[in-house]
């Protein structure tokens, strides 16, 4: 794990082209079907799901990114999942899988993403060495899924804010070199390691970026974030506005409920953060 950690750096250059998508045959389809370009999935009984399935090759030992829209507008009975097999037995020890649970799907689609490393053959490979990319659900209401694609990638790189990194820079730096102690005898030492891109605990936003909804700002942090320069924009809704200098303020739990008590204005950012108006911040913190 250490290793994988030090190894995350600031990329030298754009990223690779990626491969085209490598679903471009007939699905075969069980309790399944398509409509005008989306697919639906529902099955009465878990125990026989929804599947749609493609036979595909993928080359192990590379890099490849599984990508689809999501939602479910009566709500998802069960979760639903996108993954490569790399046989045609429909079965692996370690699948290649994107999975969405019932708290992620809503009515609104969703883009959902995962990057993998394909596996070895398996042992009922075909001659013409294919795998499987299936689409499995065992939800009672009705799943629809758009846009699905296989390509072949790159991992994912890290968001450089603000630029404040150098090209090559490693993103965490290990702090206790020596390691720690630790609790179970004969575990290895404690390293601990500091995000050099996580933002300050507070900071002035010198910028609105007003955009429909919540959910638009969910998607928009999610998979559009490059487009945006966080330590100094923030996103925000229009109810948000309000005419005064904007602060942002980094997840903190206690922060948050203390602003509730005081019945400060104060809005949470999804999960990466709050919003809150310049002069109001929790004091003594």
Same mark, same amino acid.
């Given at each position: ?13 754009? &990223?690779?082209?990626? @491969? ?40 192990? @030992?590379? #890099? ?37 649970? #019932? ?19 398996? &042992? ?38 603000? @630029? ?16 720690? &102690? ?6 290895? &030492? ?96």
């Amino acid at each position: 794990f250490r290793r994988i950690i030090e190894s995350v750096r600031i990329p030298s250059g754009p &990223p690779a082209p990626e @491969g085209p998508n490598l679903l471009g045959g007939e699905w075969t389809l069980h309790r399944a079907e398509l409509r005008g370009g989306c697919m639906c999935l529902r099955t009465p009984w878990r125990w026989s799901p929804a599947t749609a399935t493609q036979t595909v090759t993928a080359q192990p @030992g590379h #890099i490849y990114r599984i990508a689809l829209d999501a939602r479910a507008t009566d709500g998802a009975g069960n979760y639903i999942s996108a993954e490569y097999l790399p046989d045609s037995s429909l079965w692996s020890s370690n699948p290649a899988m994107l999975r969405i649970d #019932i708290e992620r799907l809503g009515p609104h689609w969703r883009h959902f993403e995962w990057t993998f490393r394909a596996p070895d053959a398996g &042992p009922v490979q075909d001659a013409a060495g294919s795998g499987t990319f299936r689409i499995l659900t065992g939800s009672d209401k009705p799943i629809e899924v758009r846009n699905v694609l296989l390509r072949r990638s790159h991992w994912p790189a890290p968001i450089n804010l603000g @630029g404040r990194l150098e090209p090559g820079d490693a993103v965490y730096i290990d702090r206790t070199p020596a390691g720690l &102690p630790s609790i179970m005898p004969g575990d290895p &030492p404690v390293h601990i390691y500091e995000n050099r891109l996580c933002l300050p605990r507070w900071f002035p936003v010198e910028e609105e970026v007003c955009l429909s909804d919540n959910e638009q700002v969910i998607e928009t942090l999610r998979w559009k974030a490059n487009n945006f320069d966080l330590t100094r924009q923030v996103l925000i809704t229009p109810f948000d506005r309000r005419g005064q200098r904007l602060v942002f303020v980094s997840e903190n739990r206690e922060a948050f409920e203390t602003v509730a008590r005081r019945k400060r204005t104060f809005r949470r950012a999804n999960g990466m953060g709050a919003v809150t108006w310049h002069g109001r911040l929790p004091t003594g913190r």
